[in-house]
């Protein structure tokens, strides 16, 4: 049952693939020195919050604001005017819910990320790369949609830049048209596009072969540049985890992919990035999945400045572990976060719970925690707020009013 279940949380990815102001800084306020820590430290929760209806609701980005409290972006089929839309939920730093927003069609949209502009406002993208810019409340100041009329599209995520404006990434799939008389021979491809602060397109790029490409994470980097991570060679049985660097106009600096060393590739092998960021040194560290057979499991590895590999780290139990979300930390080190169910709490066998890993600066791992309760959790997003504890983000279906609700939850700093 768990194999099962594993390959078929592989083949939702794999399919999702096709379907975490000026420049950020990571973290947001730059630590006076790096400390490395000899033993793990305590660390507790200090809250948790769900949000939801009667229907599925599930948060996939959360971002600390200017204010001290988070903002949260999903998708509800709970409220709002179709089968799926944007959701954009409010909190104050105790986490308790100040407002929330719904954007969307009768024909369903799903936000996949969230940032704060430098007017104190929002911008969300999601499904058929529609990007929403909001004030301050969370009211439309304008929406724009960049998906291609006759293919599927989606964006996975997005950044403000330092001119002010956005630089957004995902992939467009011409293999499935909306148009029955359209055939196209051309898989997936990468697709990154850059908008001015009012949402006019500046350029837009593809990047790709003659397989399956998608784009999971896009950062600005420190020399004004791009890097994109996601999957090359999905949904294949030899995908691989792929990192595209770019110029400031999208222009193709260098490509690298990266694989996970098997004993044998006579079954399904498959690789890929879920998040990237760059480091305060300048190199990359990047979260995803690596899959044999049906075992998924966390992986974590980390490049210098030109994409090539300084280590790689596997976590995992046999079962399945997806890794969606990398952040590095205050003392230098990385915390990821994700979904299990090799590792599930109280809950019977093929749930899952989300899943928790900190790390030393050379992967090690400092310690781990499962959240969850005797249903489906799934972890998707983390960030360290300005205090130095950890903002979590994901959905739960043991807690809260309906079959799925958005899950915030906010750790304490370790001591």
Not at 108 to 122: I, K, P
């Amino acid at each position: 049952m768990r194999k099962a279940l594993g390959l078929g949380i592989l083949i939702v990815l794999m399919a999702l693939s096709m379907g975490c102001p000026p420049v950020e800084r990571i973290p947001e306020i730059d630590p006076p020195e790096v400390v490395y820590y000899p033993q793990p430290k305590e660390w507790t929760m200090e809250w948790s919050r769900t949000f939801g209806g009667e229907g599925w609701d599930r948060a996939y980005s959360v971002y600390q604001t200017a204010c001290g409290g988070f903002v949260i972006a999903g998708h509800t089929n709970s409220f709002g005017a179709g089968r799926n839309d944007f959701w954009l939920v409010k909190t104050d730093p105790q986490g308790n819910k100040e407002w929330s927003r719904t954007f969307g069609t009768p024909s369903g949209e799903r936000a996949t990320s969230v940032r704060q502009t430098a007017d104190g406002g929002f911008i969300i993208v999601g499904d058929d790369f529609w990007v929403v810019r909001t004030d301050p409340q969370g009211s439309k100041e304008w929406s724009r949609f960049f998906g291609k009329e006759e293919f599927w599209t989606r964006a996975h995520s997005v950044y403000a830049t330092a001119c002010g404006g956005f630089i957004i990434a995902g992939n467009v799939d011409y293999t499935i048209a909306r148009y029955a008389d359209l055939i196209m021979d051309k898989r997936p491809d990468m697709w990154v596009v850059k908008v001015d602060a009012d949402g006019n397109k500046v350029w837009g790029r593809t990047f790709g072969g003659p397989e399956s490409e998608g784009a999971s994470s896009v950062q600005q980097t420190a020399c004004g540049g791009f890097i994109i991570a996601g999957g090359a060679g999905i949904p294949m049985r030899t995908g691989s985890m792929w990192l595209v660097k770019t110029d400031a106009q999208g222009n193709k600096e260098w490509t690298r992919t990266f694989r996970h060393v098997r004993p044998s590739f006579r079954a399904c092998v498959f690789d890929m990035a879920m998040s990237v960021q760059q480091t305060r040194c300048g190199d990359f560290i990047i979260a995803g999945i690596t899959a044999y057979h049906a075992e998924v499991d966390f992986w974590l590895l980390r490049t210098d400045g030109y994409g090539n590999k300084r280590w790689s780290r596997i976590f995992g139990n046999g079962w399945c572990e997806v890794a969606n979300c990398v952040q590095q930390t205050r003392c230098g080190g990385f915390i990821v976060v994700g979904t299990t169910s090799s590792f599930v709490g109280e809950g019977p066998s093929g749930q899952t719970d989300i899943w928790l890993i900190a790390t030393d600066p050379e992967g090690n791992k400092r310690w781990s925690k499962t959240l969850g309760g005797r249903e489906w959790e799934r972890g998707r997003a983390v960030k360290q707020t300005a205090c130095g504890g950890l903002i979590v983000a994901g959905s739960t279906e043991s807690f809260g009013a309906g079959r799925d609700d958005f899950w915030l939850i906010k750790l304490a700093p370790e001591e």
